[in-house]
Structures are given as C-alpha cells and as structure tokens.
C-alpha cells in the first residue's frame, strides 16, 4: 500500500467473484463493492491489498506410480478444475505457505504443492489398476474419485475447492514399442515404394530394355491367338455333340412338363374337392339357421305353441329348461350325478347350432363366473373344464376384451390336455382368417397356419382312437392345414 503498482486505478469495482483482502492488524474482506485506494492509504490500516477471483479454473499434472512389484510403471495426466471457496477461502489462501512466497500464486506452485501432498498416496490411488484395466471406464471412474478426495483434502487448506477430476492414461512402454514399429514400417514401405518408382522410371528410360519388353509382347500376343484358333476348332467338333445332347435334353423336358401337368391338375382336383367341403359346411350351416330361427320364434311364443313346436321338433322342454337356462345352470352343475364331459358336450353343440341369443349367453357367463368364485371344493380338473365352457361363450361371443384367451390359459394352466380349451382355439384360429388357406395368401399367415398344426397334432394324441368322428375332423383340417404350408414356401 505505500508504493501500489502506478497501472492500478484509483476505484476498483468487485464483481460477484471478486475478492479483496486487506492484510494489516486485523484482517478485512471487500466483496461485491467499490474500493478506493486512495482513501484507503489515508486511513493508514493495510500493508498489503490482495485481489482475488472465484472463477473456476482447469489445470493438470503428470501423476506415476507402481502398484506391484515387477509392474511396468503406470503414468497419467491428471485433470481437474479448481476454485477459491468463497471470501473464507480467499482468506486461508492468503495466510497459506503458497502466498507467503511471492505476491501472488501461480499454477505451477499450486501443481508443486499437490505433488508434494499426494507423494505419498500414489499406491493406493492405483490399487487394483493394471496395464490390460487401465483404460476401462470402471477403472478410470474409480480412479478419478479417489484423486479427487485426496486433492480436495489438499485444498481444504489453502481454501481451493477441487472438481470435475479426471484420468488420462499415457501410452505404456509397449504400446510407445508397437507404435515405433508401426512408424518405422510405413517409413520402410514409402520408402521402398519411391525406390520401385525410380527404378521402373530408369529401365523404362533404357532403350534396350524397352526393346526386350516389345519382343516379349509380340510373342504373348502370338500365343494368345494360337490358344483362341485352337477353343475355336474345338467348339466346332464339339458342336454335333451338343446337337445330341440337346435332343435328349428336349425329350427330358417335355417328360418333366408331363408331370408339371400332372402336379396341376392333382392341385385343381383338390381345391375341387374342398370347394365341395365348404359347400357342405355351408348348407350345414343353413341347416343349423333355419333350426335357430324355429327356436327364436319359440321363445317368443305362448307357453302352449312353444310346447308345441319343441314337441314337433323333437325336443325335450325340461331338458332345455332344467339343463339349458341360464338361470339353473349353476343348479344342475351342483347335481351330485352330473356328467360334467356330457354336459359340455350338450352345451357346445347347442352353441355350434346357434341355439342360445348373445343375452342368454352372457347370463350363462356371469352365473359361471359367481359359481367358481363361491365353490371352493371343485378339483383342478372340473375347474379346468369349468373355464373351458366360460372359454367357449366367450368365443362364441366374439373374444371380447381377449377373455376367450383368458379363459383358455387358466384352463390350460390346471390341465394343459383339456380338449375343449384346445379345440376351442383351433377353432377360433380357424375361421379368424378364411384367407389364409388361398394359396397366394398363405405366406402371410405362416405363423398362424404353423400354431394351428401344433393344435391339430395335439388333439389328435388326446382324441387317440377314442372319438372317430373328432378324429376324422382333425385329419381333414391337417390335409387343408398342410397344403397351406407347402405353398409358403
């Protein structure tokens, strides 16, 4: 303060990262104000005023060290950024061994200082650190956090905050080697490729060398020409046998075009044939509306006509009100001489034949649903085909929200043989995609036409030789299924 530096004005203005220290008596702190030197060498209380700034800064040292004997040494360079830590830590700064130096610090007594207080800590820093780890991120992470602990302890007294640390490896001795290698090869091979430049410009300059070059040209042409006379003359006597081959090749041919003739008119005789089986399933289809629509208007019939007409179509009215209504069918499940197998049966050729309106097969859903949530008593097996059925209306009512699905995994869950769960799938895979079987479209649907095979095999080794008629079902969906595959192909 008697002799400030003369560049130095007379009002400095701090920022919010400039620190002023007046150093006399008793110590003083000026931040985020305006210091007028003049006034302040009057009033006579400072020998020294210390300017500081709290920006961050990035510096680095090179760091080495040995972990285990017989190791080549490991060497990095160690990045961090730094700061003074607020008008305290300007303070410690000032009262710091590095201040008491010169008048000011710099980066290499800061570096000196932390080389001096990690000296001793190297070891430990690069324990479980080798020459094949090194550079992995793990390592690197790990690394990088244990140096910044150790610098920030280092700071803690001079008032410097530590951050942002990171490890950049050297290249080993091995490496600097290969390196070396590589440099003095590519310096070999350019310099063996200007050689072979030189050279070639210096025989293509001799005349001699340049007449050689013509004879030996001269004479590859020649027999270049010789060798094409001698093709030449043979593809002439080759050429009757060829005429012959030609001819056997011709009948082979239409021998092949026969059964390519033969393979289409297999193919028409087939699609023929399940034109025929869809035609039939049609007019069983109508024959099962028109049954449909007999029973719709007996439901909307007096007692007495409805009588009437289940006599005249040969039903038994008990059976369908005891059996078939929705609001006994939790009864007679309870029947201690029920056939439940007989029961789903019924049940299901009554769906098939459209016997039941979409209401009284919701009410036979929600029944069925009540009953497996009171009766704690059914085995796996009756709950098995009890969610079978629950499968079956839902298929029936179209698969709403997947419960058909639902249904048929809990079933499969308890019994993964249960045919109705199975054969109700099939089915519903089945009439999903009608297109899937047309031969131009089947590769589409190969996924499909695959888990409907894997259906159909399963069925046929529950059924065995136990239902004739399911297994003569099963055969004529595998002969459609398996022509669909082959034209996916």
Known sequence: MEKPPKDLKNRISLGVNDVAIGLGTRPEIFTNTTIKIKALRKENKYSRLIFFDSNERRSSIPVKGIVDAGQELLKAEVGYQFRIDGDIGALKLSESILFSKEDQVSDASLKEYIREYCSGHWKSI???????????????????????????????DLGLVFSNVSVRWRASDEELSTHNRK?????????????????????????KFRRNMKKRRTQTL???????????????TRGSELKEIRHEGEKEHALLQNEEDLK??????????????????????????????????????????RLAIYEAQGIDPLKIDKIYGPESLVLNLNGTDVDLNRFIADIRERLDSGAHSAFEIDAFISNLEVF???????????????????????????????????????SLSLNEANPISIRTKL????????????PRKSIKFKHQLEEIRDLIDKLQSIYGSSSYQDMQDMMERSNIVSEALLNCR
């Open 427 to 438: 089915d519903y895979l089945w009439n999903r995609h009608p297109q899937q079987f047309s």
């Open 372 to 410: 497996i949530t009171n009766d704690m008593t059914l085995t796996s097996d009756a709950l098995s085909d009890i969610y079978a059925i629950l499968a079956q209306f839902h298929y029936h009512r179209g698969n709403k929200e997947g419960k058909m699905e639902e249904y048929i995994t809990k």
């Open 264 to 305: 289409d008119l297999q193919h028409s005789r087939e699609m023929e044939r399940q034109r025929e089986r869809m035609n039939l399933n049609l007019e069983v289809e109508r024959k099962r509306s028109e049954i449909r629509i007999k029973e719709e208007s007996a439901k909307t019939a007096t007692a007495a006509e």
């Open 222 to 236: 020649q027999k270049e020409f010789e060798n094409q006379e001698s093709e030449r003359l043979k593809d002439i």
């Open 126 to 156: 690069f324990d479980g650190v080798t020459q094949g780890n090194r550079r992995e991120v793990e390592t690197s992470t790990r690394v990088s956090a244990r140096i910044e602990i150790l610098v920030n302890s280092a700071g803690k």
């Open 183 to 207: 440099r003095s090869r590519d310096k070999i091979n350019k310099l063996d490729s200007e050689l072979e430049k030189s050279g070639t410009e210096k025989l293509l300059a001799d005349k």
